[in-house]
DNA sequence: GGTATCATGATATATTGTAACTTCACTTAG
DNA sequence: CTAAGTGAAGTTACAATATATCATGATACC
């Protein structure tokens, strides 16, 4: 069970990074604890989100999913458990692209910071909680309650910098 | 010619704020500098977004200078004047609304913060300029050249909090 | 005035997102 | 065991957002 140790900027405290198995089996374990089921079809997006690489729409995942599954698969069936998986944390929405990321580390919430590659499409996702805490300061400063921040910079990652 | 001043959180600077024909005029200038035409149609479209009072999509935009205009403008036409607007810095788009804002200080380039009011829909603009130079940072660090930061807020504005 | 260039119009179509209602599978009370 | 109830997924339709292409009109510049 592929278990690796990630150590955010501030070091403020460390996550379980999930991959393969172990992730699909950290957010089986979330959503039964919310006490929704764990589908066949929920199991087949999640799968098709998190073998993605990068923020995929939901036509994207509609159509990996019929192909895993042999059989026409309707956007609309994987918007709806999309919108699940992302109220119960298993998964974010990237505003700036329309599309969804798995979430890594299911268990714990954060506000969320994405670097989105424009040429490459990749998306990476840090945790800097001084920078997310000062944002909802800065919203509070001006009367503003927050509830979710989205806090995306569109530029090019290093790979492409360097091609 | 009404102008106010605003001075921002960190104090770094003090912009013009512009409001009515002022910023109209603004606008024009700015676009000019940039070697652009301002049209009748942009400067509708400019007045529509101006005045709409919160994030506007471009079909919003589309009917609102419909009637103006008293003829059936398309929607194409404005995403292309939208577009020329968000590069000469005229106006902003909100990416987690699919909606644009007009920039009430087009003169100086900013990395800007939206607070987006879920409820009423309302949209309000602060600089902090601390906040978005970390965000650039971290970015930085994570060997991202950033382009582009979208930081927006989703939440309640004091309006809606105490209703 | 003629022509090159840019702005807009018209039309079509792609992409993203919702809504309403139906069907299916499973559970549980009777 | 059967019928009613419930939640998941399917189906269809459509709304909203966005882009592409080619035609036409306006403007600027010679």
């Known amino acids: 069970m592929p278990i690796s140790w990630h150590k955010n900027v501030m070091s403020q405290h460390d996550h379980k990074i999930h991959e393969g198995d172990s992730l699909t089996k ?26 993605f690489g990068k923020p995929a729409s939901a036509y994207d995942i509609a159509e990996s999913v019929s192909i895993t599954r042999g059989r ?36 714990c919430l954060h506000d969320c910071i994405f670097l989105i590659c424009d040429t490459c499409g990749q998306a990476v996702h840090i945790d800097d909680d001084r920078l997310t805490s000062g944002v909802r300061q800065a919203a509070k400063g001006a009367g503003f309650s927050a509830q979710r921040p989205v806090i995306e910079v569109r530029g090019t990652c290093g790979e492409c910098t360097s091609d």
């Not at 089986?28 to 929704?36: D, I, K, S, V």
């Not at 119960?88 to 890594?104: D, G, P, T, W």
Request: aromatic share 8%.
């Open 72 to 107: 026409r698969v309707a956007a609309n069936s994987v918007y709806r458990i999309l919108d699940l998986f992302v109220n119960a944390n298993l998964a974010r929405r990237v505003e700036s692209a329309n599309a969804y990321v798995a979430n890594q580390h299911p268990g």
């Open 26 to 51: 950290a957010a089986r374990e979330r959503l039964t604890e919310e006490g929704e089921q764990w589908t066949e079809m929920r199991a087949a997006v999640f799968d098709a989100l998190a073998s």
